[in-house]
């Protein structure tokens, strides 16, 4: 593949020239920028080899990984089980994460031109915000489950029933795409006459915030609600579940049992802090307090760093998923 490098500020500067100046008529239509242009990670020329190398073996990793898990839950019965039900959603939240962003950003950095229409634009903003509410559920979900498991194993069958986790993918799903409904309207409704480069990787709501035109202070009141109740709530619910879950732990008599059984939470507990915090840090500040050259980085960990380890975390130390993914992979 070539890849050709020239200053970034040279191409916002001349996509600016078209879309600086404003019409009344576009400004009725709340937006008179008809293309942006991502100023990416980095605007160091001898980093985008580097850069492209990296997220394309990243989004590689997690594309794999998670179409991975996914064959192996369909194909192997023994996983057809609510904790690999809500697995496999997640395997799909982050094919689609990591699918939204990736291949735009790759194509980026390899080509002259690291526009992105308008329209382009509200796309990758909605589909990325319903996968940021999707799995910030979903961890919650997933945390009910093996506190259910554990904490009361007996009942598991019928606190866990199918109607009940149709009942939770349900909900997911209804929460995910309201919450993208809502802040993808509310940013259609500002107005962009200019400049145009997006001091990020992708269509995100605060970069965009900070170009808009027109008052921002109704979606920052949103994002900031949403990030108390959804992130933040999510948070604590899944933090109180593996609560439980180390008090039932520690009445495990055998040293090597608790041991097991804090390795496995432990994992899951850390990739689910480093989603839940750097997404709460990210939004929940007003728009004018953004340092964008270190959110940019804190944004690669819950847009691309967590949907590439979750595959790793939840299935690394698991032998029904190794038995199903030998059974996928290695059919004799």
Sequence with gaps: MFIKLIPQ????????????SCGKD???????????????LSDQPKLQVLLFVLFLCIYIVALVGNLAIIAAILSYPKLHTPMYFFLFHLAIVDIICTSTIIPKMLGNIATVSKSISYSGCIAQLYSFTWCLGAEMVLFTVMAYDRYV?????????LMLSKKVCMCLSTAVILIAISNSWVHTGLIMRLTFCGPNGINHFFCEIPPLLALSCSPV????????????FLAMGDFLLTCLSYCFIVRAILKIKTSEGKKKAFSTCSSHL????LYYSTVIYTY???ASSYSFNRDKVVAALYTLVTPTLNPIVYTLRNKDVKAALKKVFFVT
């Design 217 to 228: 202070k109704i979606n920052e009141v949103w994002v900031f609600t949403a990030d108390i």
């Design 284 to 286: 929940i500040r007003p």
């Design 9 to 20: 500020q040279s191409l916002i500067e001349r996509q600016n020239v078209s879309s600086s």
């Design 26 to 40: 576009a400004v009725k239509n709340s937006s008179c920028v008809t293309t942006f242009m991502m100023m990416g």
């Design 149 to 157: 498991a554990i904490c009361h194993p007996l009942h598991y069958t």
């Design 270 to 273: 850390i990739v689910v802090s």
